[in-house]
């Protein structure tokens, strides 16, 4: 089945699930946050704080392809996500995000017929965002979220190797643009099972200080949770992703050497394209209000322009408190 009809099935069993609802939809339950890689799908009331911690761990798939110097064999990306939010009416709630990334990646040199290990890595804080929270609509046990958010290039696009030149684009830790982050959120609930579908963009705007942007991405997710008691919870989710191609080039990042190109990653026409995947998470709610939650996600399918690596597994844990 095609990606697109994956996703408009998904979408039909929600809005047939969505009909059975009817008291008032509410966050304090353990499924009243949405799995917990999924963002600004809540807000709070008036006055409310919260904290929310994430550690988000992403594999890679390696690369075997003719005609290049240097491929990956595996990539990981460890990502801190730090979150702030708080409700100066009830109407509006304010999110900060920032992330602290850890990318690696493994690759093999060959030369001469002689072929060597080395890892490339990068560390250091991403793009902090900020963000509006606000209700659209809320009827019986549902209700729609819209948000708003900008994304300011305070992660470096300036990661070097050992000889000085760029890294390329994948292991760069900020987009350099600013970027706009609109989001739409449906949620359900009923006594024992909640559900919540989201579409969200990220589009960038202008070209970054080193010449190029990177694509804009779209994601629909939808998710299904079962709650067991006033505390557990279980979900499953489905999440359709688009990211557009790189638009422009750095020219630090070096393209070939000795006349091979050096790997696919230096290349643009090697960026972008559909995957689509899914995932089984747990959240938890404690009696004195705090938050756990993990969530595991596989891709069921990938459609990737060019050469790339190939997504694998991401594992996401996080911890929320509100006061
Ligand atoms: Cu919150």
Redesign the pocket.
Known sequence: MKTRNKLSLLLVLCALVANQANAHWTSKRPDG?APIAVMAE???AKGEW?A?YRFMQMDMDGIQAAGYSMLPTDMSMDMHMLGA?YAPTDKW?W?LMANHIENQMDMEMTMMGMTTSMTMQSEGWGDLSLSGIFDLKAWGEEALIGSIGLGMPTGSIDEKKSDGTHQPYGMQLGSGTWDIQPGITYLGQTEDYSWGAQASALLRTGENDNGYTLGNRLAITGWFARKFNDNLSASIRLTGQRVSRIDGSDPNITVTSMMKTVSPGVETSNSGGDTLSGSVGINYLFENGHRIAAEYQVPLDQDLDGIQMERNRTATIGW?Y?W
């Open positions: 946050h809540h807000k709070h919260m929310a939010m709630t999110m929320q509100a």
